[in-house]
T-cell receptor
Framework: AQSVTQLDSQVPVFEEAPVELRCNYS??????LFWYVQYPNQGLQLLLK??????LVESINGFEAEFNKSQTSFHLRKPSVHISDTAEYFC????????????FGSGTRLLVRP | NAGVTQTPKFRVLKTGQSMTLLCAQD?????MYWYRQDPGMGLRLIHY???????AKGEVPDGYNVSRLKKQNFLLGLESAAPSQTSVYFC?????????????FGPGTRLTVT
């Protein structure tokens, strides 16, 4: 079975500071990895994903995540956050074999303060 | 395109009452999913469908039923609501296999069972 751990339930940070949201996973088989963002009172939106190839993936709004197979991690980073980045961020995994299920972590609330 | 829509947005039920949540998508997606979101637990898959007329159980199917009579609609039913079903329910759809193809989420339905 797969599991996803997001150790930080909330991360407060000042505007323009860097941030890292941590995600570790456990799986007996290879997985695909995802970060989703949920803005207040909205559904989830895909932020970025790792399927194969380069272990560093980037989103259009400045976030990046690096797949580290040896540490089974997929941490999300941004060098300079904005107030508008305030949201809940979910890490998720999916088995590479035939499974329709995304397994989500419990989420990290990013709170950007002016 | 409206994307994924959910009806209703909010609902309060008494224990033992029944209701149906409606999800509709206008993207001609084959795959549709129902999740529930509870504080500190991320999203958990209730049921999913890989095409019109087909449904399958997810992680937490007990107490729920689903139907996919039309490709664009996916209904989630609660036959006898319980307080443990108080949650936010999200519907999602994807063109193909979850993970490889992006899941698009609806805005959610907040259900309270008293």
């Amino acid at each position: 079975a797969q599991s996803v751990t997001q150790l930080d339930s909330q991360v407060p940070v000042f505007e323009e500071a860097p941030v890292e949201l941590r995600c570790n996973y456990s799986s007996s088989v290879s997985v695909y990895l995802f970060w989703y963002v949920q803005y207040p009172n909205q559904g989830l939106q895909l932020l970025l994903k790792y399927l194969s190839g380069s272990t560093l993936v980037e989103s259009i709004n400045g976030f990046e995540a690096e797949f580290n197979k040896s540490q089974t991690s997929f941490h999300l980073r941004k060098p300079s956050v904005h107030i508008s980045d305030t949201a809940e961020y979910f890490c998720a995994v999916r088995r590479m074999d035939s499974s329709y299920k995304l397994i989500f972590g419990s989420g990290t609330r990013l709170l950007v303060r002016p | 395109n409206a994307g994924v829509t959910q009806t209703p947005k909010f609902r309060v039920l008494k224990t033992g009452q029944s209701m149906t949540l409606l999800c509709a998508q206008d993207m001609n997606h084959e795959y549709m999913y129902w999740y529930r979101q509870d504080p500190g637990m991320g999203l958990r898959l209730i049921h999913y469908s890989v095409g019109e007329g087909t449904t399958a159980k997810g992680e937490v199917p007990d107490g729920y039923n689903v139907s996919r009579l039309k490709k664009q609609n996916f209904l989630l039913g609660l036959e006898s609501a319980a307080p443990s079903q108080t949650s936010v329910y999200f519907c999602a759809s994807s063109y193909g296999l979850a993970g490889v193809y992006e899941q698009y989420f609806g805005p959610g339905t907040r259900l309270t069972v008293t």
